[in-house]
């Protein structure tokens, strides 16, 4: 019957993925007379250390039989190395997968023939502790340290004795070691990876499942993408699974190469085959995912892992809170507060606290702002001012008027001072809300019934309140005079500058002189020393009122305290004083501090007047005399008689000279000359 030949198709290699064509090609003779050759591998790995890659055939002067020790070994002189050149029957092996490394470096060598290699530099010598351990003892260390405690030294240290002193033939397990080796992270490299997988193609020993997976354990420390897509599609070719132990490693080098979103997918296909994903893979993926800001991602994963039944470690919970609270991740901050500081898992630090406080601020979370002020009285902290602020932001913003007033209470019954500052935020939060003034009053009556003392500052919020509706409404000024009437029954402390000035502001801006002046003279009366911001206001409320004379004196009281107008306060004198044509507007319309720099003529001139300034201000002058009245002295009169001709003089002249030159008689839009016929096109524009 004839012998069929044999078709070593794609299925063939599916199905028998360790079969070697060579074997074919051994000649065929009887068995009983047919002898085992031993088979001789390229030791090359093995006797060099892992940072030397050239290899270079040395000759012995006797044959050397693999795994016997009765065996003759001269010592070779360097002079007579060379390199060794493949020869003609020497053959590349096929690399269906891209190959795992050179050509050259995966020729066989000639079975006829033992091997050593020559290295650059000597390899460090076995120590003699290991001469004297039996065979199995060094493989068993072999594999245990490998496993545990992968160092490239001591491998190649295990490895020299074991196969060039003892002559042990070089099997798969060796290769894995060295491989597993690899992970050292000071000496470990893919390079070498590569060169050990194309040595044991070139040698004719297949690279089992555990020698590709221990490959892609060195490639998570050491990434490289290439090898590692060979890898994949090498066990795939060969219908190897991936195993759990695999997907990690994968999952781990594609994150050492920044490759986010490809690492989720994977870790999302682990999911979908039920493959559970090992704490230190999660907490990798979370830590990277935290350096870059992707917070979304994370209360994902982090929700995916709690709802599996699966626990994270504190260290990770915390870290993740400080970061996700200093970005201002709301989601990601009140879940990891709701899991584990509530539930007295974790104990955040206080400036963690100040964080998420800030951050339940800006958001407006109420329940998360109360909870972390539970957490700090608990904890025995001490409340700070910032705390009580944040709290009570928090409510207003949320709506709550009443708890946030209340919270400003409780901060002033715990001896903790408010200043203007203290409410800066609630007020601007109560102007855009457009919340009536009435309404904070009406609270405030409330908490005092409650047995609270109301702060001076919580006052102010409504006397700021009715400054600010003055504006549009005048009429509302008489209600901002009877509640400050009412405020001694109200508030136990004395009045301050900040809130006889929001009164007199309220007054300008009603255009209420009456009313302004009764705030004077209760300050007055009161002793209150007035600061800038009063006589800004005093200045603007007599320039509306055409008394620019008492508006130069309050001006020139300013000064003599050492006060000086805002930016804002001079632009609207000067607004104010073109409508004026007397002495005293001129003298503040040009004053140096009122004109500024960018309003200097071209000349450069300025109000050169000796301004002589007085020490006091008369708050309790009679009403119906003006705001203020002081003895003007003859320069100053003369002075100002002068630059109201020289202004007077310079009108006439710019008049004089639009006459002459015809500007009054220009019409805009006249660009077409007389001259120009009408069939001819006028010039473009």
């Not at 020393?529 to 004379?549: D, I, W, Y």
Request: with cysteine; net charge neutral.
């Amino acid at each position: 019957m004839p012998r069929k030949s044999l078709v070593l198709d794609g299925l063939w290699y599916c199905l028998c993925p360790s079969f070697n064509l060579r074997l074919l090609n051994i000649q065929s003779t009887p068995l009983e007379k047919r002898k085992r050759a031993p088979r001789v591998v390229h030791p090359s790995a093995f006797l060099s250390g892992p940072s030397w890659t050239s290899r270079r055939c040395l000759s012995n002067s006797a044959p050397r039989r693999v795994g016997d020790h009765r065996h003759t070994d001269t010592r070779v002189n360097n002079e007579n190395i060379k390199p060794t050149e493949p020869s003609s029957n020497q053959r590349i092996p096929y690399k269906s997968n891209g190959s795992w490394g050179e050509e050259n470096a995966s020729i066989p060598p000639d079975p006829d023939s033992s091997f050593a290699t020559h290295i650059k530099r000597a390899p460090p010598g076995v120590p003699q502790t290991l001469q004297n351990k039996t065979t199995s003892f060094l493989e068993t260390k072999l594999q245990d340290s490998t496993a545990h405690e992968p160092k490239i030294l001591r491998t190649t240290q295990i490895l020299r004795n074991l196969i060039r002193d003892r002559h042990v033939r070089p099997e798969v397990r060796h290769y894995r070691a060295l491989i597993l080796a690899n992970t050292d992270a000071e000496r470990g490299s893919p390079d070498s990876i590569r060169q050990l997988l194309a040595e044991m193609e070139g040698n004719g020993i297949p690279a089992d499942s555990g020698t590709l997976h221990a490959a892609l354990q060195v490639l998570a420390v050491h990434p490289d993408y290439l090898l590692r897509q060979d890898i994949v599609r090498t066990l795939r070719d060969r219908w190897l699974p991936l195993s759990p132990a695999g997907w990690h490693y994968v999952v781990a080098g594609l994150l050492r190469e920044h490759q986010f979103e490809l690492a989720l997918e994977y870790v999302a296909q682990m999911e979908r085959k039920d493959i559970m994903v090992e704490s230190w893979l999660h907490s990798i993926v979370i830590y990277y995912l935290c350096d870059f800001g992707e917070f979304d991602e994370i209360v994902r994963l982090m929700r995916s892992r709690v709802d599996q039944g699966h626990d994270m470690s504190l260290d990770l919970w915390s870290h993740v809170l400080d970061v996700a609270s200093t970005s201002s991740h709301h989601e990601t901050t009140r879940y990891i507060w709701r899991q584990r500081v509530e539930l007295g898992y974790l104990f955040p630090s206080h400036q963690v606290c100040t964080n998420v406080l800030a951050l339940a601020s800006r958001s407006g979370d109420a329940s998360l702002a109360t909870s972390v002020i539970r957490f700090l009285v608990n904890s025995d902290m001490t409340l700070d001012s910032a705390d009580y602020e944040k709290l009570a932001e928090t409510h207003v913003m949320t709506g709550d008027v009443y708890s946030g007033l209340e919270v400003l209470c409780k901060m002033h019954q715990a001896g903790i001072a408010l200043d203007k500052s203290s409410t800066t935020v609630i007020l601007k939060h109560l102007i855009q809300s457009r919340v009536p003034p009435q309404l904070i009053w009406g609270h405030l009556k409330e908490l005092k019934r409650q047995k609270y003392e109301i702060p001076l500052r919580c006052a102010q919020l409504v006397i700021e309140l009715y400054e600010h509706e003055a504006q549009s409404t005048p009429s509302i000024a008489e209600e901002g005079l009877d509640f400050y009437k009412q405020l001694y029954t109200l508030c136990p402390g004395k009045a301050d500058v900040f809130v006889y000035n929001a009164l007199i502001g309220m007054c300008r801006r009603a255009n209420d002189t009456d009313a302004g002046m009764f705030i004077v003279t209760e300050m007055a009366t009161l002793g209150v020393v007035p600061n800038g911001e009063t006589f800004e206001h005093l200045v603007l409320m007599c320039l509306r009122a055409k008394n620019s004379q008492s508006a130069y004196f309050y001006f020139e009281d300013m000064l003599a305290r050492d006060f000086h107008p805002s930016a804002d306060t001079s632009a609207q004198v000067r607004e104010l004083c073109e409508g004026l044509d007397d002495e005293f507007a001129m003298r503040l319309k040009f004053h140096p501090l009122v004109r500024g720099a960018e309003n200097m003529d071209s000349a450069g001139r300025a109000d050169s007047t000796v301004h002589q300034r007085s020490s006091k201000i008369d708050l309790g002058h009679n009403p119906s005399a003006g705001l203020g009245h002081r003895q003007v002295s003859k320069e100053e009169y003369r002075a100002a008689a002068k630059e109201r001709r020289k202004q007077k003089r310079r009108r006439l002249a710019i008049a004089r000279t639009r006459e002459e030159e015809g500007w009054e008689e220009y019409e805009p839009g006249g660009l077409i000359p007389e001259d120009i016929p009408d069939d001819q096109e006028a010039p473009p524009k």
